[in-house]
T-cell receptor, first 113, second 113 residues
Framework: QQPVQSPQAVILREGEDAVINCSSS?????VHWYRQKHGEAPVFLMI?????EQKGHEKISASFNEKKQQSSLYLTASQLSYSGTYFC??????????????FGQGTTLQVKP | NAGVMQNPRHLVRRRGQEARLRCSPM?????VYWYRQLPEEGLKFMVY????????ESGMPKERFSAEFPKEGPSILRIQQVVRGDSAAYFC???????????FGAGTRLSVL
C-alpha cells in the first residue's frame, strides 16, 4: 500500500535538473509532495488532485498520471537549498474527505556547488 | 499567522513512564493528523481527529496509545508505559478541511531510555 519512490538518492550540481517519481499500486485521489531537511518539519511543496487540479509553489512542477497512479516531481535549475529528503504522500480513492496520507520511503537529494 | 505548534520539541522518558505530546493546529484549522517517523524512514499515519472526534485511528497501536482533540486546547497524543521501540519523531499536521493541504509542525522527538 505504501507508494514506491525512485530514485532512492540523487546527487546534483547546482543548476542541474532532477525528476523524482512516486508510484502506487492503489487508485489515488491525490498526491502530496513534501521536502524535509534533517531534524526539521516536512514542508509542503505541491498537491495534485484527481481531475487535474494542482496547487503549489511557482518554481516546482509536478505531474499526476491517473491511469498509471504515478506522480513525478520536477526540480529544474537546482539550488543548494533544494537539498533534503523528498516524500510523496498519497490519499487513496475513497479517502478524499479524510486526508489520511500514506507516505513513500523518501528520496534524498543532495545539491553540490 | 502562527504555524502548527508542537511541544515539547524533545522528550526523554524512562521505560514504563507516560509521554504526552501536544499539538496546536494553525489558526482556523479544525483537522489534526498525527504521524510517526523512525530514523531514516518515511512518515507513518497514526490518527486523524476533528474537534472532539476521532475520525480514523487505523494507524494507532492497539494498546498504550491514545489521542484526543478537545473542544478547547491542543490535541494530545498520549503514550502510556513507554518502551524503547516508541523512540521516534512524532509529527502533527493540520488542515482547514479533510483532504486539504496538511501543514506540519516541527515535531516532538521522543527518546525512551
Amino acid at each position: 500500500q505504501q507508494p514506491v519512490q525512485s530514485p532512492q538518492a540523487v546527487i546534483l550540481r547546482e543548476g542541474e535538473d532532477a525528476v523524482i517519481n512516486c508510484s502506487s499500486s492503489k487508485a489515488l485521489y491525490s498526491v502530496h509532495w513534501y521536502r524535509q531537511k534533517h531534524g526539521e518539519a516536512p514542508v509542503f511543496l505541491m498537491i495534485l488532485l484527481k481531475g487535474g487540479e494542482q496547487k503549489g509553489h511557482e518554481k516546482i512542477s509536478a505531474s499526476f498520471n491517473e491511469k498509471k497512479q504515478q506522480s513525478s516531481l520536477y526540480l529544474t535549475a537546482s539550488q543548494l537549498s533544494y537539498s533534503g529528503t523528498y516524500f510523496c504522500g498519497t490519499a487513496l480513492e475513497g479517502s478524499s474527505n479524510t486526508g489520511k496520507l500514506i507516505f513513500g520511503q523518501g528520496t534524498t537529494l543532495q545539491v553540490k556547488p | 499567522n502562527a504555524g502548527v505548534m508542537q511541544n515539547p520539541r524533545h522528550l526523554v522518558r524512562r521505560r514504563g513512564q507516560e509521554a504526552r505530546l501536544r499539538c496546536s493546529p494553525m489558526k482556523g484549522h479544525s483537522h489534526v493528523y498525527w504521524y510517526r517517523q523512525l530514523p531514516e524512514e518515511g512518515l507513518k499515519f497514526m490518527v486523524y481527529l476533528q474537534k472532539e472526534n476521532i475520525i480514523d485511528e487505523s494507524g494507532m497501536p492497539k494498546e498504550r496509545f491514545s489521542a484526543e482533540f478537545p473542544k478547547e486546547g491542543p490535541s494530545i497524543l498520549r503514550i502510556q508505559q513507554v518502551v524503547r521501540g516508541d523512540s521516534a519523531a512524532y509529527f502533527c499536521a493540520s488542515s482547514p478541511t479533510g483532504g486539504n493541504i496538511q501543514y506540519f509542525g516541527a515535531g516532538t522527538r521522543l527518546s525512551v531510555l
